[in-house]
């Protein structure tokens, strides 16, 4: 069973959290809550390395697919061709 919390709104911050619960015909408890969630989706969402930059991951595109597929021969080969000896 939910328990109960107080919490103390500005006279303007109030009058916009009725109006909403008006227009989407809930209850001000309702708005709140799901407010109260969404803010903790974001903040608590911090996760692990991986999860905070998983939607960075293979967003570049382009040039070579495999960089890290024989780095120390490209290597090698790179150093003979400034030398001149390719």
């Given at each position: 069973?939910?328990?109960?919390?107080?919490?103390?709104?500005?006279?303007?911050?109030?009058?916009?959290?009725?109006?909403?619960?008006?227009?989407?015909?809930?209850?001000?408890?309702?708005?709140?809550?799901?407010?109260?969630?969404?803010?903790?989706?974001r903040?608590?969402?911090?996760?692990?390395?991986?999860?905070r930059?998983?939607?960075?991951?293979?967003?570049?595109?382009?040039?070579?697919?495999?960089?890290?597929?024989?780095?120390?021969?490209?290597?090698?080969?790179?150093?003979?061709?400034?030398?001149?000896?390719?």
């Amino acid at each position: 069973m939910p328990s109960p919390i107080t919490l103390r709104l500005n006279p303007k911050t109030r009058q916009r959290v009725e109006r909403i619960a008006r227009r989407k015909g809930t209850t001000t408890s309702d708005v709140l809550r799901d407010a109260i969630e969404n803010w903790i989706e974001r903040e608590d969402s911090a996760g692990s390395a991986y999860d905070r930059m998983k939607h960075l991951l293979g967003v570049v595109e382009g040039g070579d697919s495999a960089l890290s597929v024989k780095t120390g021969k490209r290597f090698a080969e790179r150093l003979r061709a400034r030398r001149g000896e390719l």
